[in-house]
């Protein structure tokens, strides 16, 4: 058996479509699907049972062994970069993780979770995983914190040999719908382009950047998900690993390539910085994927265009996107 969590998540939902495209269905979704309609994103998957989050950690801390399970793929975590709970990202993020990964590790089971990019904080010490430099990152937000804790945990405890922490960069893809204003750009965009006929992002607040160009490692969900089976089939691949294209690219190319899948002229619109980001914003952003070439990792990423036009094309601009089997 594999357990997912955060299975009805982003990355966990294309993780399992992943699993069921080599042919794996023997899968523990763990979830809190409340009344949302992150449902959706599991109706078109192939999974063994569901496993609500709150029964599924009080049965670990009742005891519960994992024997029979040959991995957990952990992305049952707050994603939100604005969240501004202190103590929930510190009980969600961080002690929930690593109680997570003392249960793998005993059941000698595979564990991967996500780390995240908002680690770099604001990039002025590079984007190397290189563990030397990790803790000297410095986030700018309470998300990114909680997420260098865990790193730093593993590191202290002596772990990193067992376990694949992944610094996810700039992540869109299908079944990212229920998200609401963390949901991607992409995302985003198609509504407004239906609506008005333009695509509204942020006007520069720094003569570093023009409006429109800061730039971001834009990584489609269809790749974290084949980076993850990836090193499932791995096991001796161990360790703190960035995962995004590895080429930064500007909102104002993400835009030109929705409005390219869409068939229509480009026409963006800029709006002044909300004062809740400034200061807690990313302008720059692009993974060093220096470790695949060492690891022999043979995973191709899409590019920033062929990502765009596979997820406006054959999802968002369909009547019911979680209609759409990945």
């Avoid at 998540?9 to 080599?22: K, S, T």
């Avoid at 990313?282 to 590019?303: G, I, K, L």
């Amino acid at each position: 058996m594999i357990i997912v969590t955060g299975g009805a998540g982003l990355i966990g939902a294309n993780m399992i479509w992943e699993l069921n495209r080599n042919g794996i269905d023997d899968i523990l979704v763990v979830d809190n699907l409340a009344s949302t309609e992150k449902w959706k994103n599991l109706s078109h998957l192939r999974y063994s049972n569901y496993m609500h989050r709150s029964k599924f950690i009080e049965q670990l801390r009742s005891g519960m062994k994992l024997e029979g399970v040959e991995a957990v793929i952990h992305m049952g975590a707050c994603s939100s970069t604005t969240e501004r709970d202190a103590d929930f990202l510190m009980e969600n993020n961080f002690n929930y993780t690593k109680e997570v990964c003392l249960a793998a590790l005993e059941a000698g089971a595979r564990f991967i979770t996500a780390s995240s990019a908002a680690t770099y904080g604001d990039g002025s010490l590079g984007f190397s995983d290189d563990l030397e430099l990790m803790p000297k990152l410095v986030p700018l937000n309470m998300y990114g914190y909680s997420k260098k804790l865990f790193d730093l945990w593993c590191q202290r405890n002596g772990l990193l040999n067992q376990v694949v922490n992944l610094k996810f960069f700039n992540v869109y893809g299908p079944d990212e719908y229920h998200k609401g204003n963390m949901m991607s750009m992409v995302c985003r965009a198609v509504p407004q382009v239906r609506e008005k006929g333009k695509i509204r992002l942020f006007r520069s607040d720094t003569p570093l950047y023009g409006d429109g160009e800061f730039l971001r490692d834009f990584v489609y969900s269809k790749d974290c998900a084949a980076l993850m089976h990836w090193f499932m089939k791995n096991p001796s691949c161990n360790g703190i690993f960035n995962v995004g294209t590895g080429h930064a690219r500007t909102w104002n190319d993400l835009a030109r390539s929705v409005f390219s899948a869409m068939d229509l002229e480009p026409n963006i619109e800029y709006f002044d910085m909300p004062d809740h980001l400034k200061g807690k914003y990313q302008y720059f952003t692009e993974a060093d994927m220096s470790w695949m070439e060492r690891e022999h990792c043979d995973v191709r990423f899409h590019t920033l265009e062929e990502g765009t036009d596979d997820y406006v094309r054959n999802y968002l601009t369909k009547d019911d996107p979680y209609l759409c089997s990945l």
